[in-house]
Structures are given as C-alpha cells and as structure tokens.
C-alpha cells in the first residue's frame, strides 16, 4: 500500500513539475503558432539566473523572484529582433528559435562554464502524506504548478487582458480594427510565455543539476504534453502533462529508463493518430 501511494505521489510530481514547463510552451506555441525551440534554453537561463543571484550573495527566493521577470525582458527581446518577422512561417521559426537555442546554451557555457552546478535546498526535510515521507520541496513544486497552472487560466480567460490576447490570436484582422494593439499583444504574450518557462528553471533548480543540457530534458516532454493535449488549451496543457508524465513515471517504476521513454512515445503517436488536435480537441 506504501508502496502505491508513494508512486500515485510521484506521478502528480512529474506531472505538476512537466506542467510548470508546458505552461510556457503552450502559450507560445499554441497560442502564438510559434515553434519555440529555445524554450528550453529560456528555462535553463531561469535556473542559472538562481545560480548567479546565490553566487552574488542573494537568497534563492530572491533569484526565484528575479529569474522570471529577466527571463521577460528576454521573451520580449527575442519577440521583438526575431520572432516578429517571421510570423506564420513555421519553418523558418524553427530554425531561428533553434539557432537562437544554440547561442543562449554557448552563452551559457561561456558565462558560466561548461560543468554543472548545484543548489542547496531551500526547504530541507520531509513531510508525512498518507504515512509516506516526501521531500517538502517537491510539495512545493507541486504547489507552485498547480498555483501558476489555475493563475495562467485565470489571466487568459477571466480578465479582459486575456480576451484581448485571445482575440488577436483567433482574428487578427478583426481585432485591431477594434482598437486592439496587436503589436503589443504579440510580444506580451511572448514576454509571459518566457516567464513563465524561467519560473520553472528557477524553482526546478535545487532539485536538478543546473548544467546547459538540463533544458533538453524536459523540452521533448513538454511539446508532446502540448501535442498530446491539444494545441490551443490551457486544460489539454494539464491533460496532456497528466499523460505523459504520469505514464512516463509508472513506466520508470517497471521498465528502464530507455525502454519507458520508447513505450511514451509510442503512446503519444497513437493519441496523435486519434486525435489530431488532442485529446480535447475533435476526434477524426
């Protein structure tokens, strides 16, 4: 029984973890029709601003605070030098994003090095749930993806910000005869799609080795979490995080680690041929 309710823990801990990523990915890519390949890179940069912050004598928490507004600024630098010239032109966005991912990493590695770092914990020891003992900082983590996921609905369809950003997405046209500034609403949705990936790297940090491949780990996950899920939702975004992360931990537990990732995929190629828009999209 320990022993089930202990692996029920840690697939809603991948699962919460994968969607702190996703959140980012599904804003920008399914909201924007951008592929964003640096989006990992945007979440190692939030990981190692942490890093930069403790080396300079900062609190982690004040690092956990700093690394998602930095990462704006970044989100609307790259907006507004790259990614505006390029709208509606999916090939040519993936290879700006990637060529743009492998300058981020190099800068990394020049302004950091190439080995790993560490951070310390800031929420040390364990909390009993359900007679199970679990690191009270992947509580945490649980509780900042869960709190960002229903913050993120919130803001895109419980405030007029949010309809707006909606409207240019749907009817671009439309919208700014209106009176919508599309610009604007271009490289804000962009800015906060970035945030949030450097928020994940941010809080991901303490638990992971911060070193400039850590991004690659979970960008794959997350676009098949978008895909899985469905392009244009923010619930497909959580549904879709709940497959794939929640499959890939229960398979972890049984096969290695290489022949999981291999069943994942399968799966996700099986949902996809289902359902071409997700599983909360229309099924053909």
Same mark, same amino acid.
């Given at each position: 029984?320990?022993?089930?309710?202990?692996?029920?823990?840690?697939?809603?801990?991948?699962t919460?973890?994968?969607?702190?990523?996703?959140?980012?990915?599904?804003?920008?890519?399914?909201m924007?029709?951008?592929?964003n390949?640096?989006?990992?890179?945007?979440?190692?940069?939030?990981?190692?601003?942490?890093?930069a912050?403790?080396?300079?004598g900062?609190?982690?928490?004040?690092?956990?605070?700093?690394?998602?507004?930095?990462l704006?600024?970044?989100?609307?630098?790259?907006?507004?030098?790259?990614?505006?010239?390029?709208?509606?032109r999916?090939?040519?966005?993936?290879?700006?994003?990637?060529?743009?991912?492998?300058a981020?990493?190099?800068?990394?590695?020049?302004?950091?090095?190439?080995?790993?770092?560490?951070? /310390?914990? $800031?929420?040390?020891?364990? =909390?009993? #749930?359900? @007679? *199970?003992?679990?690191?009270?900082?992947?509580?945490?983590?649980? +509780?900042?993806?869960?709190?960002?996921?229903?913050?993120?609905?919130?803001l895109?369809?419980?405030?007029?910000?949010?309809?707006?950003?909606?409207?240019?997405?749907?009817?671009?046209?439309?919208?700014?005869?209106?009176?919508?500034?599309?610009?604007?609403?271009?490289?804000?949705?962009?800015?906060?799609?970035?945030?949030?990936?450097?928020?994940?790297g941010?809080?991901?940090?303490?638990?992971?080795?911060?070193?400039?491949?850590?991004?690659?780990?979970? /960008?794959? $996950?997350s676009?098949?979490? =978008?895909? #899985?899920? @469905? *392009?244009?939702s923010?619930?497909?975004?959580?549904?879709g995080? +709940?497959?794939?992360?929640?499959?890939?931990?229960?398979?972890?537990?049984?096969?290695?680690?290489?022949?999981?990732?291999?069943?994942?995929?399968?799966?996700?190629?099986?949902?996809?041929?289902?359902?071409?828009q997700?599983?909360?999209?229309?099924?053909?």
């Amino acid at each position: 029984m320990a022993t089930a309710i202990a692996l029920s823990i840690d697939m809603l801990s991948f699962t919460l973890t994968l969607l702190l990523v996703t959140l980012g990915l599904v804003v920008i890519f399914g909201m924007m029709n951008v592929i964003n390949m640096a989006h990992g890179e945007f979440f190692l940069i939030g990981a190692y601003a942490v890093v930069a912050v403790t080396r300079a004598g900062g609190s982690f928490w004040l690092g956990l605070v700093l690394a998602p507004c930095l990462l704006a600024l970044i989100g609307f630098a790259v907006e507004w030098l790259v990614i505006r010239h390029i709208y509606r032109r999916f090939i040519d966005t993936i290879l700006a994003t990637w060529g743009l991912s492998l300058a981020l990493k190099q800068g990394v590695i020049l302004l950091f090095g190439p080995g790993s770092q560490s951070m /310390l914990n $800031p929420i040390p020891g364990t =909390v009993e #749930v359900l @007679g *199970v003992s679990y690191p009270a900082y992947r509580l945490f983590i649980m +509780g900042m993806g869960l709190a960002l996921a229903l913050g993120t609905y919130w803001l895109f369809f419980r405030t007029a910000l949010g309809l707006q950003a909606r409207g240019v997405i749907a009817n671009r046209a439309m919208a700014a005869s209106l009176g919508i500034n599309t610009r604007r609403m271009d490289w804000a949705t962009f800015a906060t799609g970035a945030a949030l990936a450097g928020f994940a790297g941010a809080v991901m940090s303490p638990i992971m080795s911060v070193d400039p491949q850590m991004g690659m780990g979970f /960008l794959v $996950p997350s676009f098949l979490a =978008v895909l #899985v899920g @469905g *392009v244009n939702s923010l619930v497909g975004a959580a549904l879709g995080s +709940g497959v794939i992360g929640g499959t890939t931990t229960m398979l972890s537990a049984r096969l290695d680690q290489a022949d999981a990732q291999i069943v994942v995929f399968l799966l996700a190629i099986m949902v996809i041929r289902f359902f071409p828009q997700g599983l909360t999209g229309d099924r053909r």
